[in-house]
């Protein structure tokens, strides 16, 4: 069996172990949708850039200050579609705000976390998530998640740092310190560079990155969600 289809199997897998495992109807959904989406062609599945702004680095004493998502479909990102949530934290934004710009008066008009959890479930439902440097964003969402549903809970995503990491090894070019962060892998790819630290610009920026990265590794031919998805 090729390398490829043992892989997406061995996701499908974990996906349905998942979705046995949990209590709740709703997570069971959300695992069992993700399952068929492993085998796919990445440029015909659902995917879903987002960017997590939080008021530190670590998900058991900071919280999630802002969401942002981009759906990709058939290759595209859909602007008409993005969308941005604050979320109300416990205590104040600190000096975390130096590097975000979100004050404490910002979030008075920000939903509560349970809220901000439900929406989020709701919109990714079906999609596949795509982050760069996504362990961080996932770890803070899996805390969140878990809180809200009363048990643990596990996300599957495509991280574009990881991707380009792989891509350049390959290439047997040396990583220089900071040649992974968000702005320096797309100018790799010529793409533009955005003012950074704002959740939906940089859920486009690691977006456009996707489909950069893509191109340049398969020409968009064969690629299936999962191959990406397995890059550690």
């Not at 959300?30 to 068929?36: H, I, K, T, V």
């Amino acid at each position: 069996m090729p390398m490829a289809k043992l892989l997406n199997c061995w996701l499908r897998s974990r996906l349905c172990w998942r979705a046995f495992k949990s209590r709740s109807q709703e997570m069971q959904g959300y695992y069992r949708e993700l399952m068929p989406l492993m085998g796919q062609d990445v440029y015909r599945a659902n995917l879903m850039a987002l960017d997590l702004e939080m008021t530190g680095l670590d998900p058991n004493h900071d919280q999630i200050l802002s969401i942002g998502i981009i759906p990709i479909e058939a290759g595209m990102l859909k602007l008409d579609r993005a969308q941005h949530k604050l979320i109300r934290v416990h205590g104040s934004v600190g000096q975390s705000a130096t590097i975000h710009g979100i004050l404490d008066r910002h979030l008075q008009d920000a939903i509560e976390i349970e809220d901000g959890i439900s929406w989020f479930l709701a919109q990714t439902r079906g999609k596949v998530l795509v982050a760069h440097h996504a362990p961080l964003d996932i770890s803070f969402l899996q805390d969140a998640i878990s809180r809200v549903k009363g048990e643990p809970v596990t996300l599957l995503a495509i991280d574009t740092l990881a991707v380009e990491r792989r891509r350049l090894l390959r290439k047997q070019e040396v990583l220089q310190t900071g040649s992974l962060r968000l702005g320096a892998c797309r100018i790799r790819y010529g793409l533009p560079i955005y003012g950074a630290h704002d959740a939906l610009v940089d859920a486009l920026a690691c977006g456009e990155l996707l489909l950069a990265q893509i191109c340049a590794i398969a020409q968009g031919e064969g690629l299936t969600v999962g191959e990406l998805v397995f890059i550690k």
